[in-house]
């Protein structure tokens, strides 16, 4: 069952350049207990929709548009901040990429864990303490008494970011949203904090938001992925449709682009040539027309359409137009395309 | 990639004093690099993996005397940097270049692009007024760019851009090595492939030699001929990078690669992993012994008792561990 339904969702900032069309119409969902991932380029609106979606949108200069996003059937783009309040941190629970924006360098974190909970779930402090504590040691914490006692710095980046996750999960949210929260921790803390990740999913049957420009680290964790491009989604699909048979030329250059740590032969790499569209003039068609190798004529001026491969897979995409030339992802190359 | 070795690292040390205060009794230092070795042949890439704080970045500024050495040599071309005199040092800096990972932090942004360039063509002498312009339009065209880049100044570019630039500056006076410290690590995958295959390109029209450090093990593996594993400041494991990938021997390398994610869910899911607890002890108070003896799951008394030595396990791959 859908937990989390986002429909057309639009988010733009408005600067004195313009309007930054950061999300443009975004739709998906979340199940119960599933793992969806979100990848694409920086800048491309990733951060920008799960903000959208904890309503920590800064207004002014930023501002959701458009859309709908329901939590368990509730809408939250109409909720007063009031009722918000009491569901970031209790309903969905949020790690950054980095924990020190979101803990208190002055406080202890015993301190933040129990005011959390004291706020949240009117517990007594002493009871507040021992649920902190036992989070702690749940995310591979040891020593939790003593470490309640400490200040953020006196904890190691990967750590912290345990800190971070222990924090978030307190009030046993339904939807955990975790935005790139390895990219800045070395492979060996990545992995306890990827494993910690996919227990939380197995047995406490927590939905999960994994952002990442990590092709690996989504193969391994979630079961679904969202593709985005220049503020829209331009595939999403389950994980084997996204890595053995993607449909969006987008999805093709992030795969080709990195190489394996498997791979036995020294293949060169296939880079995606120039850089992503200014969100503040959006191209009129294709936002990937400009970097495209199989652009066509239509793609710069008309965007394309989602078409629908099977029930969880779609891509937008001129190239699955019936009558459009026939290019797959390892059948044609490159050049011969572009000719 | 020839048999001619270029660069000989010989129990390269570089410990950094800690200021705790002119009363204090204990002189305590980061134990940055404790003695490394290791040798790179002209042409070749000779990748530097371990986990941040592991000494990759002194080692890189160390071996190009950014940093004076606590004691080993580096042998550039047969002769030991640190006897050189500062004249003798300036035609070695021509000849070992670095490009940094934070590109924009390594160009001042007051001066046009074209002068970036320029200056390192000053510095030594190797061309003015027009042959000076005309070099640089050629740099900037062989790292991809254009001669319309030089007027600008480093904050009108993208982060791949900018490190181009780095990249032009480095070749600016025809260097044999260039030390890359994490030229890729700020940059989008896909403007890191552009980057990577520029770099290889390079290698094979000017016959460079590279030392590539990275915390990426999959890049590196992709880019150089061979690697080498550093934990706490020591290499802990040497070899071509096929065989690391496919023998590695070391406990520590042997996580390292486990812990690597690959994107594709069939191999993802049947995998498992060397999940290591803790992090990486403080280089100021290593541990006694095999430095990775705290997360080793191998770990045996005498490695708290001593330490083991880089051996040869046979066609150059080298391993310091007591169990192989
Ligand atoms: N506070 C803001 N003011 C103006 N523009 C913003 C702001 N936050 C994000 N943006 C813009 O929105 C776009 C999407 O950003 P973001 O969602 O952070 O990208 P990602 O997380 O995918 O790297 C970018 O072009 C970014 O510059
Ligand atoms: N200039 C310096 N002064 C004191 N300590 C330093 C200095 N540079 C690096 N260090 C310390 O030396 C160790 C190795 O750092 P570094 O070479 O930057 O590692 P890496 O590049 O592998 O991340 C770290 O503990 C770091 O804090
Ligand atoms: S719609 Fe056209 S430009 Fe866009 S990805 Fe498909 S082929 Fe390329
Ligand atoms: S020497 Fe001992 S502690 Fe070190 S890696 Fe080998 S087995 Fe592990
Ligand atoms: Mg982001
Ligand atoms: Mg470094």
Redesign the interface.
């Known amino acids: 069952m859908a937990l989390l339904e986002v429909e057309n969702l639009s988010t733009s900032f408005y600067t004195y350049a313009g309007e930054v069309q950061s999300v443009s119409g975004v739709s998906f969902h979340v199940d119960e207990g599933e793992a969806v991932g979100i990848v694409g380029e920086s800048g491309c609106g990733k951060s920008v929709t799960v903000q959208s979606i904890m309503r920590l949108i800064p207004n002014p200069p930023g501002k959701i548009k458009n859309g709908q996003i329901r939590l368990a059937g509730r809408d939250l783009v109409r909720l007063p901040e009031k009722e918000m309040q009491k569901i970031r941190g209790k309903e969905i629970g949020m790690i950054f990429q980095d924990p020190m924006t979101s803990l208190n360098p002055v406080l202890t974190i015993g301190r933040q864990m129990t005011e959390v909970l004291q706020h949240h779930e009117g517990i007594g402090k002493n009871e507040a303490l021992g649920r902190a504590a036992k989070y702690l040691t749940m995310v591979g914490i040891s020593n939790p008494e003593r470490r309640l006692k400490q200040y953020p710095h006196e904890f190691s980046g990967g750590m912290r970011q345990r800190v971070m996750i222990a924090m978030a999960l307190l009030c046993n949210p339904k939807l955990l949203i975790a935005d790139e929260p390895t990219t800045a921790l070395d492979v060996t803390i990545q992995a306890q904090i990827l494993e910690l990740m996919k227990d939380l999913k197995d047995k406490v049957n927590t939905s999960i938001i994994l952002i990442t420009h990590d092709l690996g680290v989504v193969a391994g964790l979630c079961s679904r992925i969202i593709v985005m491009y220049g503020g829209k989604i331009v595939e999403m699909g389950s994980t084997q449709d996204i890595f053995k048979d993607p449909r969006h030329p987008y999805t093709w250059g992030l795969l080709k682009s990195v190489p394996r740590l498997d791979a036995s032969k020294r293949s060169k790499l296939v880079p995606i040539v120039g850089s992503p569209p200014d969100l503040l003039n959006p191209p009129k068609g294709c936002g990937f027309a400009a970097r495209c190798p199989h652009a066509m004529k239509i793609c710069e001026t008309q965007p394309p359409a989602y078409t629908d491969l099977n029930e969880k897979h779609r891509a937008a995409c001129w190239l699955l137009h019936p009558d459009a030339p026939k290019v797959t992802f390892n059948g044609i190359d490159e050049k011969e395309a572009r000719s | 990639m020839s048999n001619e070795v270029i660069l000989e690292v010989n129990n390269l040390v570089k410990h950094f004093p800690i200021n705790e205060g002119f009363l204090s009794r204990e002189n305590k230092k980061v134990h940055a690099v404790n003695g490394i070795s290791f040798k790179l042949h002209q042409g070749e890439t000779l990748g530097l993996v371990g986990?941040?704080g592991c000494g990759k970045s002194t080692a890189g500024r160390t071996i190009i005397r950014l940093y004076e050495a606590t004691s080993g040599e580096a042998k550039f071309m047969g002769r030991n940097i640190y006897d050189l005199s500062k004249k003798e040092m300036m035609t070695v800096r021509r000849d070992m270049q670095m490009i940094f990972q934070d590109p924009y932090a390594s160009l001042n942004p007051r001066m046009t692009v074209g002068d970036i360039i320029g200056e390192a063509l000053d510095i030594h002498h190797l061309a003015s007024g027009q042959k000076r312009t005309n070099r640089i339009y050629e740099l900037l065209e062989t790292v991809g760019l254009n001669s319309e880049h030089a007027n600008r100044f480093p904050h009108e570019f993208?982060g791949?851009q900018r490190q181009r630039i780095g990249i032009a500056r480095a070749l600016a006076v025809n260097p044999k090595l260039i030390i890359c410290d994490e030229p890729i690590s700020a940059l989008?995958?896909?403007?890191?492939?552009?980057i990577?295959?520029m770099l290889?390109e390079l290698q094979e029209q000017l016959g460079l030699t590279y030392l590539f450090i990275a915390?990426d093990?999959?890049?590196v593996?992709?880019i150089s001929h061979r690697i080498a594993v550093m934990y706490l400041g020591r290499i802990v494991e040497i070899t071509t990078s096929?065989d690391l990938?496919d023998h590695p021997m070391h406990p520590y390398t042997q996580?390292?690669?486990?812990?690597?994610?690959?994107?594709?869910?069939d191999?993802?899911?049947k995998?498992s992993?060397i999940?290591?607890e803790g992090?990486?002890p403080s280089p100021i108070d290593p541990p006694s012994g095999c430095y990775f003896r705290t997360r080793c799951p191998k770990a045996q008394q005498q490695c708290a008792q001593t330490t083991p030595e880089l051996k040869d396990c046979g066609n150059g791959h080298l391993v310091a561990c007591h169990l192989v």
């Open positions: 986990e941040s993208s791949g989008d995958v896909s403007i890191q492939a552009q990577v295959n290889e915390h093990l999959s890049m593996k992709h096929q990938y996580a390292l690669l486990s812990a690597i994610p690959i994107p594709d869910p191999v993802e899911l995998r992993r999940v290591l992090g990486v």
